[in-house]
Nanobody
């Protein structure tokens, strides 16, 4: 599975950004796609996930501000990020889970200035 992410960038606090990710290669039986983020010195953490059955899961810190959506047919996942805060600054990684394995995109930097 290869993951190509797009979006990201720099915005002031309160702004919005949209991240998108498309999977290619052996994509059948992908069970979940989502986004993780990581800042230097900290572990990578789940931001939001979308399952092939349409279930979504969010980190408490982003609930009500971020919305994840997916398209099973196109094997894509997007993350709409609103009301961004400086603490949302991180490298965001697209993730796909397939038959017990994790696959990662290249990472895209999101910077939120105060």
């Amino acid at each position: 599975v290869q993951l190509q992410a797009s979006g990201g960038g720099s915005v002031p606090a309160g702004g919005s950004l949209r991240l998108s990710c498309v999977a290619s290669g052996t994509v059948f039986k992908i069970s979940d796609m989502g986004w993780y983020r990581q800042v230097p010195g900290k572990q990578r953490e789940l931001v939001a996930s979308y399952s092939s059955t349409g279930n979504t899961n969010y980190a408490d810190s982003v609930k009500g501000r971020f919305t994840i959506s997916g398209d099973n047919a196109k094997v894509t996942v997007s993350l709409q990020m609103n009301s961004l805060k400086p603490e949302d600054t991180a490298v965001y990684y697209c993730n796909a889970k397939r038959l017990g394995s994790n696959f990662w995109g290249q990472g895209t930097l999101v910077t939120v200035s105060s």
